[in-house]
């Protein structure tokens, strides 16, 4: 347990740096297994980190940043009824689930997960896909889990979230860390560790103060998102998984507070042009910088949103051009397809028969129809599990990608 106690600020205090305290450091390996200079640096005690309680605290942000955060909010929801108007409340369903996916993928790559719109699409399919893109789309669930759970904002729901996310990993998943973590530094101790998050006997009363934030509704949305997203990430609640759960998180602020209806904006897209920026405004906040976050979700919400918009602009262009070349009738599953292949570019025949609620036969003759029109190419060389891909789909999901991390 702690050998020392930090102060923590009275409810009608203003928000300041987190407290440190004192913890012995019990290696729970076997230190003869490390080199003499390794356990030399064995520290035999460590401070982590003891965050401020902010559930009642009064926040304020200066008049230009409070100016951008509502910019941003304003740009997000412009983009969330764009998607509306461009493609009709009946065809926004394949959209969603694009930005959705553009979203994860983005979310991954600031952990360093990349993978390519191909990989990522046969991934959720279910067919052969690399280990990246499988850890990508079980995001890709934990996100659409954040947006379904996003009415009710508490510790289930997070836990929710992480057990989706580390669905491969059932001794972590959904479940609060039972150990010290650190970032930064070796992964033999916390010596000279970037930051030591709260001690795990902490983190649930800090996580029942962050859902008592959360429920509050006195604050600007995007403010209220940062500063949420920044003690998230402080408490780290988890062994493994917490950015990509604290921005799934996030998404379901969003949309809980209703600045979003229709789509989930790609947030982590706009993080991605400089995430050391990004991962600075989260050290800042430590220290009492309030900010520096949100002006950081700040920009890259707005770049986000134009980032979307040009998302949107792209595949409605190809839908139209694919309904061009499609010679089946309207409202047949010829046509119909095309939605079908926005929100998934790869495809077996199972999976169209089953999002486009027809007999196998009928599947396979949209599919074939799809193929003489140069949308669809196939992937496998099987006779059985045979895989379709739509690649002008995936080519713009891919330059999606580069464009997030391209600086302006």
Do not use: C
Request: net charge neutral; no cysteine.
């Amino acid at each position: 347990m702690a050998h020392g106690t930090a102060s923590r600020p009275s409810a009608d205090a203003r928000f300041g740096p987190v407290g440190w305290e004192d913890h012995p450091w019990v290696p729970s390996y076997d230190s003869s297994l490390l080199s003499r200079r390794q356990q030399a640096a064995l520290p035999a005690t460590y401070q982590a980190a003891v965050p401020v309680a902010i559930a009642d605290l009064d926040f304020a942000v200066n008049g230009a940043v409070a100016a951008d955060a509502e910019d941003a909010a304003a740009a997000i929801v412009r983009l969330d009824t764009y998607v509306s108007s461009v493609l009709g409340e009946d065809d926004i369903v394949p959209m969603r689930s694009v930005l959705l996916r553009s979203e994860s993928a983005a979310s991954s790559q600031i952990e360093n997960l990349t993978v390519g719109a191909r990989q990522l699409a046969l991934a959720e399919l279910g067919a052969k896909a690399s280990h990246n893109a499988q850890l990508v789309a079980h995001n890709v669930e934990a996100m659409d889990a954040a947006v379904r759970l996003s009415q009710r904002l508490d510790a289930e729901a997070i836990l929710a979230m992480h057990k989706v996310l580390l669905r491969d990993r059932p001794n972590q998943a959904g479940s609060w860390r039972d150990q010290q973590v650190w970032i930064g530094s070796s992964s033999v101790s916390p010596a000279g560790a970037a930051f030591v998050p709260p001690h795990h006997d902490r983190v649930p009363g800090a996580i029942a103060d962050l859902v008592k934030f959360l429920a509050r509704d006195d604050l600007p949305v995007l403010v209220h998102a940062a500063i949420a997203h920044a003690q998230f990430e402080t408490i780290h609640p988890f062994i493994d998984g917490n950015g990509r759960t604290g921005r799934a998180l996030l998404h379901a602020h969003l949309r809980n507070k209703q600045l979003v209806r229709r789509v989930t904006i790609p947030v982590s897209a706009g993080l991605l042009v400089d995430t050391q920026a990004y991962f600075q405004a989260l050290t800042a906040y430590r220290q009492g910088d309030v900010e520096s976050i949100v002006s950081q979700l700040a920009g890259a919400s707005i770049r986000a949103a134009g980032l979307g918009r040009w998302l949107v602009d792209q595949l409605a262009g190809i839908r139209g051009e694919w309904l061009g070349r499609l010679p089946s009738r309207a409202g047949s599953a010829g046509r119909r397809i095309a939605s079908v292949l926005i929100g998934q570019p790869a495809v077996d025949a199972a999976f169209v028969g089953e999002r486009l609620g027809v007999s196998a036969t009928a599947a396979r003759r949209a599919i074939d129809q799809a193929v003489a029109a140069g949308i669809l190419t196939e992937t496998s060389d099987r006779k059985r599990n045979r895989v379709w891909i739509a690649g002008e789909a995936l080519a713009v999901l891919d330059e999606f990608s580069d464009r997030a991390g391209r600086r302006i």
